[in-house]
């Protein structure tokens, strides 16, 4: 029984003695980890708050309007509905008993599992400022793109209406904060709809002088890339218009600004410094393990990620599995990164090492094979840190059409492959975008605050209203 008097779930009973396999969450790794364990004898059940599967590197697309929700994401059910040894389970984990094999749901509901996968990802981390995350969303949910794609198009909207009523408008500033991956492309995505996309569609305003600026406390953006792909991403960004700060930290987001401190050691005439207007201010900085990790009671690093072995275990649990962003793993001397292709690389594992359990073989080592990393900047150019079949590194064109390629093909269900395609093809040739819809609340935080803030920056490092 449960803890609200009623039975378990069918998925908790053993049927004829099969193993059962928990998996919590359906991203990248849990649906690997799922697919593998289809023709092996045990019931799976999956676990996760949301009923669809997202295909997280597309999110930014779904952000600044390019793409529908429903082109990157798949209802989970869909997804297993040919596979018979799987249940899924649209329910949250609130805690795990690690003894008795068993989790507590938020329904009230108790699990039970012989094996358990935990697969939950990573959330935003503010670094200790949480309050920021009301002004500065990031980008991790259908849910946060959304939220973005509604402040960055609304603002445009608000400064039209402005200046048609007013004669004026606060400076449309855009502040992306983080230089990685995403903060790449979201500050690329923003400058080509600026530009490229709504350059026609206003009256009063002229979009393409929006201002877009990236932010990030390195010495360069894509730091995790080699120094000549790094190099080049900042060039396309340039031409994109884009303004890239290195070297530059955060020190308080608020209402309609941000305020910036220079940390390096040569200051320029385009440093940037004190605080800056932001129409909208997007999150890129830094990712926090799920907090489902501290309630296995393991080692933990910095991020909350847990600590692992070879076989994906943390210590002294054989029969739990940790994959993706909230595994801490060290091979060759360094941590597996927390991206998209080691946790599928990792979901695979997990079916060899629960088959070679039931045929009692040894349990085989996880060794995680690069394939290499790429980024989009913006309409046709992109980098790639290419590593197989062959080793090269690819900027421009040819990056932006592998990366195209790559990412069609591992778009989950044979509509979204073709939707998305046509979506890029229509955007491509058309200079249009199909899914610019503002929905929720019409207001945009700090509007106010920016158009009455007194004084007004007059110094080269602020923009002037657009005309």
Request: aromatic residues 8%; proline residues 6%.
């Amino acid at each position: 029984m449960n803890q609200i008097g009623r039975p378990l779930t069918p998925p908790t009973q053993n049927h004829g003695g099969r193993p059962r396999v928990a998996i919590v969450g359906a991203g990248f790794g849990g649906l690997h980890a799922a697919k593998a364990l289809k023709d092996l004898p045990v019931d799976v059940t999956v676990i996760d708050r949301r009923n669809h599967h997202t295909f997280q590197p597309l999110l930014y697309q779904v952000a600044l309007a390019v793409l529908s929700p429903a082109d990157i994401a798949q209802p989970i059910r869909t997804i297993f509905r040919g596979q018979s040894n799987t249940q899924v389970l649209m329910d949250e984990v609130t805690a795990i008993d690690s003894e008795k094999r068993e989790l507590s749901l938020k329904s009230g509901a108790a699990i039970g599992y012989d094996y358990l996968v935990l697969a939950t990802g990573a959330t935003h981390s503010y670094f200790g400022h949480d309050e920021w995350a009301a002004q500065a969303p990031g980008l991790k949910s259908i849910e946060d793109a959304i939220e973005i794609r509604r402040r960055v198009l609304l603002a445009f909207e608000l400064a039209e209406r402005e200046k048609q009523e007013q004669g004026t408008h606060p400076p449309l500033n855009f502040v992306v904060i983080g230089g990685g991956p995403t903060g790449v492309e979201l500050a690329g995505a923003i400058s080509d709809i600026a530009k490229l996309y709504m350059r026609h569609d206003f009256r009063h305003i002229d979009p393409s002088k929006a201002r877009v600026i990236l932010l990030d406390a390195g010495k360069r953006v894509l730091a995790a890339y080699p120094p000549d792909l790094s190099a080049k991403a900042e060039a396309s960004l340039a031409k994109l218009g884009v303004e890239v700060h290195t070297e530059t930290h955060v020190n308080g987001v608020g209402p309609g600004w941000v305020e910036a401190k220079f940390t390096g050691d040569v200051r320029g005439a385009n440093t940037l410094e004190g605080k800056l207007e932001a129409v909208v201010t997007l999150w890129a900085a830094g990712v926090s393990a799920s907090p489902l990790g501290k309630m296995l009671g393991a080692p933990l690093d910095k991020r909350g990620c847990v600590i692992v072995n070879e076989h994906l275990n943390p210590p002294d649990h054989n029969e739990i599995f940790v994959l993706g962003d909230l595994a801490h793993l060290e091979q060759d001397g360094r941590q597996v990164p927390g991206v998209a292709q080691p946790a599928m690389q990792m979901g695979d594992h997990v079916g060899r090492l629960i088959a070679a359990d039931l045929r009692g073989e040894k349990r085989p080592s996880f060794r995680y094979f690069d394939k290499g990393d790429m980024a989009t900047i913006g309409r046709m150019a992109a980098v790639a840190n290419v590593k197989w079949p062959f080793r090269s590194h690819m900027s421009g064109l040819p990056a932006w059409v592998t990366w195209l390629v790559v990412h069609i093909f591992f778009l989950i269900g044979f509509r979204n492959r073709i939707s998305v395609f046509m979506a890029w093809v229509w955007s491509y040739f058309t200079f249009t975008r199909g899914a610019r819809l503002i929905t929720g609340d019409q207001r945009l935080p700090g509007w106010r605050e920016i158009e009455e803030a007194e004084p007004r920056h007059e110094d080269s490092r602020s923009a002037t209203p657009v005309s």
